[in-house]
């Protein structure tokens, strides 16, 4: 049974950045972002950059990624009655219907129109859904897919912490990127490159996929006063048979399991019993990580930095200890570390042993 520490205040998981080191673009190349590595039980730090993982893997580690690819699901456009408008598409409903966050929204009642890339593209207001989503209708010219219009009209939705505009969609996706359907990308696997993921591949460690679909309610913040109190958005993910085979021999062989970021490892948690085997599936997951919880399947974590009060900061502070986080942070910052989506990376393992 895992019990969890429903007192905590998001108000604990805070932390003082300046806004200078919120990185508002990539690198010249990926993986020559820093790498911070945190012993997760002893809290000892050491600095690298990615370009090196390598020598700080295993050979038989497993680094588990996410290979899903972001949608350029941000449309601008107008509204049939007058004025710009701004569409987010979030989630596919149906081949042509998609839940989206639309500005200025509050005046779109159903039946609303809107154009986008003169007139090559409309959407309809079919539903008022919660939280200000809107439930769209699309249709377009000619016979090809919604996914080519939306390539040829759509920007990547870049976190609103992101001023700056981005000269290459590509920067934006993982170079493993696969599976259409996110609304943010899965950053920890930012920082990879293919002669990277060879090099590692020669050093005995196994690349293994899952995919989930990342929402926008991970930009969304905390409300909420007690973490408990918190409802934790749901995205989609599936694992293969195949890989959770990979996986479950490599536990029971005492291999590591290293989710490469917060997306992978909440899929991994979400289908791993208390035995530690994990199951094939697909579906909706909204599991909420947070200190107190016990983990059942993963061994080392790379990710980003996070945002302050976030519910991955909290993740991170549960797979290690909120004192062990913020002292890495407070090191991160004063090395002047690059925070957030296009930022620097940290790994947080056993690494004494």
């Known amino acids: 049974m895992i019990t969890q520490n429903k007192d905590l205040l998001v108000s604990q998981f805070d932390y003082p950045l300046p806004e200078s080191l919120i990185a508002q673009s990539p690198l010249q190349k990926r993986s020559d972002s820093k790498l911070l590595l945190v012993d997760r039980e002893l ?23 996410n290979d899903t690819k972001v949608l350029p699901a941000r449309l601008l ?14 989630e596919r409903v149906s081949s042509h219907h998609w839940k989206a966050l639309v500005k200025p929204g509050r005046r779109l009642a159903v039946g609303s129109e809107m154009h986008f890339g003169e ?145 992978s490892c909440r899929v991994l948690e979400s289908l791993t019993d208390e035995q530690g085997v994990i199951r094939a599936a697909r579906g909706w997951t909204d599991i909420f990580i947070y200190p107190g919880y016990r983990f059942r399947c993963i061994d080392g974590l790379i990710t980003n930095f996070h945002l302050p009060k976030s519910t991955l900061l909290m993740l991170i502070s549960a797979f290690s200890s909120w004192e062990i986080v913020y002292n890495g942070y407070m090191e991160a910052i004063k090395q002047e570390y690059r925070f957030f989506s296009f930022g620097d990376a940290s790994f947080f393992a056993n690494h004494s042993r």
Not at 55 to 65: E, K, M, S, Y
Not at 77 to 90: I, M, P, R, T, Y
Not at 130 to 146: A, T
């Open 119 to 263: 007139n090559l593209l409309k959407a309809t207001v079919v539903e008022r859904l919660d939280e200000g989503e809107r439930l769209l209708q699309f249709s377009w010219e000619g016979e090809q897919p919604f996914e080519s219009v939306l390539d040829q009209l759509g920007e990547m939705p870049l976190p609103p912490y992101i001023h700056q505009p981005l000269l290459e969609k590509d920067r934006y996706q993982t170079v493993y990127a696969k599976e259409t359907g996110s609304a943010a990308a899965p950053t920890a696997g930012l920082h990879f490159t293919p002669e990277l993921m060879k090099e590692l591949q020669g050093l005995g460690i196994e690349i293994v996929s899952l995919t989930l679909h990342v929402g926008l309610g991970t930009f969304r913040p905390v409300k909420a006063e007690r973490i408990s109190e918190h409802k934790m958005h749901s995205e989609y993910y599936e694992l293969s048979q195949t890989a959770a085979e990979q996986i479950n021999r490599a536990k029971q062989e005492g291999r590591r399991i290293i989710a490469v970021g917060t997306t």
């Open 77 to 90: 456009g107008n509204k049939a009655s007058g004025g710009q408008v701004e569409c987010l598409l979030l």
């Open 43 to 65: 809290g000892t730090l050491k600095h690298d950059t990615f370009a090196h993982l390598g020598d700080w893997l295993r050979p038989g580690d497993i680094l588990v990624v």
